[in-house]
């Protein structure tokens, strides 16, 4: 049963394609693959998932203690309470696919170049920088937070800003119209109205995804339209009213039960199944709903903290209005100096 076509993600590890489904771990930098054939239940795809992990765990050899590897398991197990440590482990899991057997001591600031050297041949600089943020991360957790590290003296790859771009509120109607649609032809993921749910989440009220992932029943309280999101990146949000559209979109929520983790990149590829322009990212909303707060005339100090912004300095930086603002009277005390490009007068024969 080989893969055919594209594919896209059940759950975690699991992904399905024409040809049927494969579930794909790593267990200590180890790939390990099954393919499965297209009428799999979800619990015999979890159920192969689990054997796989199995089959990692006891075929992975012992790493010897002062290893990358060793202190790898070590760091995991110390930062399980962070909601990033999925992330921060396939991070981790590429640094061992290249030293997992090296004494950590010895790794030097030449190797993290190297191992930056080839990765970009195949991913991009913000992955790179995380990898990289990661291995620091480790370091300083299990040698304290002043600890010297082989990433102290690099700079971070460059990483191209992508322009903001407005959605219009049309756009976004019709998303989520196309995806009832999809959700009236099938079921079972993606196409279930949990998608929707979290995408009307998402644009109504311009919170970030890891935040609606954290949310828990009790944070949203919709008699009292209120809902209170957990911290995210060091900003605090002391809570969201919920107006119509919001407290529609949490209603639908609650009742897809949607709650919990999901991968933002399966959510993208729907999305742009749904009809979301190519080339630009759905976080784009999030940036559209500030700024639509700003030209409104809200003030930036609110909007930094609706935003869950940590430093207010980044809501002026991203989200003055260019309508409205210095921005535009700037432009108005320029205007005249070409006087509004005259012609050329035509030419004689």
């Given amino acids: 049963m080989p893969r055919i076509g594209k594919r896209h993600t059940v759950t975690r590890n699991i992904y399905a394609d024409s040809g049927g489904y494969e579930v794909r771990v790593t267990v200590g930098g180890t790939p390990y693959l099954a393919r499965m054939p297209k009428d799999s239940t979800l619990d015999e795809l979890k159920k192969k998932r689990a054997q796989l992990e199995a089959q990692g765990r006891t075929e992975t050899p012992r790493a010897e203690r002062g290893t990358l590897r060793c202190d790898a398991a070590r760091y995991i197990a110390l930062i399980k309470h962070l909601e990033s440590w999925k992330d921060r482990e396939a991070h981790l899991n590429a640094w061992i696919s290249l030293y997992g057997s090296v004494a950590r001591h010895r790794l030097a600031g030449t190797d993290v170049l190297a191992a930056r050297v080839k990765w970009l041949r195949s991913f991009a600089p913000k992955t790179i920088n995380h990898r990289v943020d990661t291995l620091r991360h480790l370091y300083r957790t299990l040698d304290g937070k002043r600890a010297r590290t082989p990433c102290d003296d690099l700079e971070p790859l460059h990483v191209q800003k992508s322009p903001i771009h407005r959605i219009s509120n049309e756009l976004l109607l019709a998303v989520d119209q196309q995806l009832q649609a999809m959700e009236a032809k099938r079921s ?14 998402f644009v109504s009220t311009g919170k970030r995804p890891c935040e609606i992932m954290r949310t828990k029943p009790e944070d949203v309280d919709l008699s009292a339209r209120v809902w209170v999101p957990r911290d995210a990146k060091g900003g605090f949000c002391p809570g969201v009213y919920l107006n119509d559209d919001q407290r529609a979109a949490w209603q639908l929520f609650i009742e897809a039960k949607a709650w919990g983790k999901y991968s933002t990149g399966a959510f993208a590829r729907t999305l742009r199944s749904a009809g979301w322009p190519a080339g630009v990212r759905p976080y784009q909303a999030r940036h559209t709903t500030w700024i639509t707060a700003s030209e409104r005339g809200i003030d930036l100090e609110d909007i930094s903290v ?40 035509s030419s004689r024969v």
């Fill in 188 to 201: 079972g993921p993606p196409w279930d109205a949990k998608t929707r749910a979290r995408f009307r989440v």
């Fill in 306 to 345: 609706g935003a869950g912004h940590k430093d207010p300095r980044i809501t002026r930086r991203v989200y003055v209005p260019v309508l409205n603002s210095r921005l535009q009277r700037l432009g108005e005390a320029l205007e005249g100096r070409f006087q509004g490009w005259p012609e050329a007068p």
